[in-house]
């Protein structure tokens, strides 16, 4: 049972478009959600990150936004830029059963985001 | 520059034989994790370890097992290895505390069973 859920497996947009890359998730005991990058032949690094209590969070290029009512959140980024490029990774933790505290995460199945120059 | 290390890149082994995939952080984090990364299905967890000499399996623990001696080392082994066991292996750590979450990965095994 897939807790959380990318359904759109690749997305491709031209340098200086907005890029808009979409998650749901099903367990409502979801209290914090994350993005993850990931390019080829490295580990994923974390990118930007937003608490239940907020339905909005930015950091430069990068907002993420939270629908609690639906499940869903999503992350833009503009200008997109050919750097960018790369598979992007939701991912979700829920506090009550401890998970914040040991970083237990449930990732969705990406999206490879591709930025045409 | 926080680090988290993994012992081999890429690996090629033979089914039935035992593997043993390292894992090193400097960081003097609480928690590690193995995960297995696999084309439409992202990242799922096999094992994590919050303390040393403690685990708890992930979504995904059968055919693996653990071993956290040390707080920066965490190993994770394929008893047997089979051939639904290629995958790309990740490692990650994080320091734990309510509302923090990030983990920090290395760059990967990437393991062929034949």
């Known amino acids: 049972d897939q807790q959380v859920k990318q359904n759109s497996p690749s997305l491709s947009v031209q340098e200086g478009r907005i890029s808009i890359l979409n998650c749901d998730y099903t367990?409502?005991?979801?209290?914090?959600f994350l993005w993850y990058k990931k390019y080829p032949a490295e580990g994923p690094t974390f990118l930007i990150s937003?608490?239940?209590?907020?339905d909005k969070n930015e950091d430069g290029r990068f907002t993420v936004f939270l629908n609690k009512s639906a499940k869903h959140l999503s992350l833009h980024i503009v200008p997109s830029q050919p750097g960018d490029s790369a598979v992007y990774f939701c991912?979700?933790?829920?506090?009550?059963?401890?998970?914040?505290?040991?970083?237990?995460?449930?990732f969705g199945q990406g999206t490879t985001l591709q930025v045409k120059p | 520059d926080v680090k988290v290390t993994q012992s081999s890149r890429y690996l090629v082994k033979r089914t039935g034989e035992k593997v043993f995939l390292e894992c090193v952080q400097d960081?003097?984090?609480?928690?590690m994790f193995w995960y297995r990364q696999d084309p439409g299905l992202g990242l799922r967890l096999i094992y994590f370890?919050?303390?040393?000499?403690?685990?708890e399996k992930g979504d995904i623990p059968e055919g693996y097992s653990v071993s956290r001696e040390k707080k920066e080392r965490f190993s994770l082994i394929l008893e047997s290895a089979s051939t639904n066991q290629t995958s790309m292996y990740l490692c990650?750590?994080?320091?734990?505390?309510?509302?923090?979450?990030?983990?920090?990965f290395g760059e990967g095994s990437r393991l062929t069973v034949l």
């Open positions: 367990n409502s005991m979801f209290d914090y």
């Open positions: 990650a750590s994080s320091s734990g505390g309510v509302g923090t979450g990030e983990l920090f």
């Open positions: 370890s919050y303390d040393v000499k403690m685990k």
């Open positions: 960081m003097d984090h609480e928690n």
């Open positions: 937003i608490s239940s209590i907020k």
């Open positions: 991912a979700a933790s829920a506090s009550r059963f401890g998970s914040s505290n040991t970083g237990k995460l449930i």
